[in-house]
């Protein structure tokens, strides 16, 4: 886990590079998958619908057979690099207070990938499931924080109020759970 005040993309890399931790921690084989979940949605559509597709990436990074995992991780990889590039341009353009933090948030996260991606062409699988699993355990809560931030002003900005979100109750909502 980050030290306090550390970023959360600190938990993907380490002063040497990619994490022990997470790699220790998250196995193959240990994930089932990454499924969208409204909870996610913070009320901007086009960041709505980049993190749709950055799940079904990870979801795939997770689910993909071995066979699959090089082609899998590149697509994660240039999702990853159009995604943060986005947003960073957003950031910038905006004048968005939090964009230096934010934006290192992003580096750290990408190269994190492009360290895995050597370690794959070296033939380490495994390590191609832990960042799946790492990068599943971390997009709640940059999705939270630092996203959820950058829809607020950005929505502020353009339309003098807050995001409004609709999300879909839960099944267990609905099952009385």
Not at 108 to 130: P, T
Not at 134 to 154: I, N, R
């Amino acid at each position: 886990m980050a030290a306090a005040g550390a970023s959360r993309a600190d938990d993907l890399t380490g002063e040497a590079g990619v994490s022990e931790s997470w790699v220790n921690e998250a196995g193959a084989g240990e994930a089932t998958g990454f499924d969208w979940d409204d909870r996610y949605l913070l009320g901007h559509p086009a960041i709505d619908d980049t993190h749709r597709e950055f799940v079904e990436c990870v979801d795939a990074l997770l689910t993909v057979p071995d066979a699959g995992l090089a082609g899998a991780l590149d697509a994660f990889a240039a999702h990853a690099e159009a995604h943060f590039a986005q947003e960073d341009g957003w950031m910038r353009s905006t004048g968005f207070p939090a964009a230096d933090c934010h934006i290192d948030e992003h580096a750290k996260v990408l190269a994190s990938v492009r360290e895995v991606q050597q370690a794959l062409a070296e033939g380490d699988v495994d390590i191609v499931r832990a960042l799946a699993v790492a990068l599943q355990d971390w997009f709640p809560g940059h999705a939270d924080y630092m996203d959820s931030a950058l829809a607020q002003w950005m929505v502020k900005r353009s339309h003098g109020g807050a995001p409004l979100v609709f999300r879909r109750e839960r099944a267990r909502n609905l099952q009385g759970d």
